[in-house]
């Protein structure tokens, strides 16, 4: 799993039937510690129902295709997590009620 903020949505009028009707997002990688982007990003299938502004884990290769939503369809991405806080040695450098 791979820890992401969502930075944006992605909209395509022409795509492969078997993506129809999922949300498509984009991502940046943070840092868990710093919750910095790290300048890298990809586009993620959503089977959660993440929004703007939200800390997601995602899962890429193969495993992106092992949820409900997008089993059997064209993913190499697919968000599967929002996070509700993160916590490193008894400090939380993020909580989702906070931001």
Do not use: C, H
């Not at 992605?10 to 949300?23: A, L, P, Y």
């Not at 840092?31 to 959503?46: I, Q």
């Amino acid at each position: 799993m791979i820890l992401a903020k969502v930075i944006g949505t992605v909209v395509s009028s022409q795509k492969d039937q078997k993506m129809e009707g999922i949300k498509l997002l984009l991502l940046e990688k943070i840092d868990p510690v710093t919750m910095k982007g790290k300048a890298d990003y990809v586009v993620s299938m959503d089977s959660v129902g993440a929004g703007v502004g939200e800390i997601v884990f995602y899962v890429s290769g193969s495993s992106a295709r092992y949820t409900n939503t997008t089993e059997g369809k064209p993913t190499d991405s697919t968000i599967i997590a929002i996070v509700d806080f993160i916590e490193k040695d008894d400090a939380y450098t993020y909580q989702k009620d906070k931001q």
